[in-house]
């Protein structure tokens, strides 16, 4: 298997108590978040573009009533935001999401595998720019999870239509974010855990050292040892066998764009080797890291 073959990042998940807290954070931190998308099953998302085509999907409970009814009938989205919450809270990282061209065969191979987190959902929901013109999204979704797994899950999110908006004005970010470069997990025991990332992205994983990865046409996924986590970043990570997504790198035109919006922001930054550290905080269940790439 080529890493051609492999699945690109598309999203990734951010649960959240509030979506109010999330547009105070994250314009704090110098981006653009689009106005509130509604799902039809009781969640909704503040959703941050990025000029790459990936981007970060904040999600809050907007129903309790349809969320609890979308999980009775069944639907693998829901339920598995209900299960991290219940484990880990409401503010955090629960899900990376691969691009795909056929998310029914993504779930015949998570199937094969043994590693389908259940059945595939299929759903469309408005979407509306800066500007307030609409169109609809439609996607396609297959989950993919760890044996008694409830801290990350992966799913391959074919869109199934596109909606045709101008999102330049949603990707123009004061910190000079251009895109997602890395995700990094944390587990006691990358070794065992890499597999299930690289079934998810239909890639096969390197061995770095200390962790493994997955390379991806548009980004990293890393698994590394709350050690190393500590090592690269400066930041601590609770130890656990399980799969935790702890932070996400950025690509950003220059480091100065970056510094420049967190100090606009009052927010607290530390660096490391070159990477500008932004912790976790309510708002902002990931820690952030802010990276130059010439």
Do not use: W
């Not at 999980?71 to 693998?76: L, M, P, Q, S, T």
């Not at 590693?115 to 609809?136: C, P, V």
């Amino acid at each position: 298997m080529t890493i051609s073959s492999a699945h690109p990042l598309d999203h990734l998940v951010l649960p959240t108590g509030s979506l109010d807290s999330v547009r105070s954070r994250l314009a704090s931190l110098g981006f653009v978040v689009a106005p509130k998308g509604i799902h039809p099953f009781g969640t909704e998302n503040a959703c941050v573009f990025f000029a790459d085509g990936t981007y970060l999907e904040p999600l809050a409970v907007g129903s309790e009533q349809a969320a609890g009814q979308a999980i009775a009938a069944g639907n693998v989205f829901v339920a598995r935001d209900r299960l991290y919450r219940e484990r880990l809270g409401d503010e955090g990282f629960s899900a990376v999401v691969l691009g795909t061209g056929s998310a029914d065969a993504d779930h015949r191979r998570f199937v094969e595998a043994g590693l389908s987190a259940g059945e595939m959902l299929g759903f469309s929901r408005a979407f509306t720019d800066t500007n307030g013109k609409s169109d609809t999204a439609s996607f396609r979704l297959a989950f993919a999870a760890g044996k008694e797994a409830s801290d990350a899950f992966l799913f391959a999110c074919e869109r199934v239509n596109a909606p045709k908006i101008d999102r330049t004005a949603l990707q123009a970010h004061a910190n000079g974010v251009t895109g997602i470069v890395e995700v990094v997990a944390v587990s006691d025991a990358p070794a065992a855990q890499i597999g299930l990332v690289s079934i998810a992205a239909d890639a096969i994983a390197d061995e770095l050292g200390a962790g493994d990865t997955v390379r991806l046409p548009n980004a990293i996924l890393s698994v590394v040892t709350p050690e190393t986590y500590v090592r690269r970043f400066g930041l601590t990570a609770k130890s656990s066998s399980h799969l935790r997504f702890e932070a996400v790198v950025f690509s950003v035109r220059d480091k100065a764009s970056a510094i420049r919006a967190l100090a606009a922001g009052a927010v607290d930054h530390n660096m490391s080797g070159d990477n500008i550290v932004v912790a976790p905080a309510p708002g902002q269940g990931a820690a952030f890291i802010f990276r130059e790439i010439p």
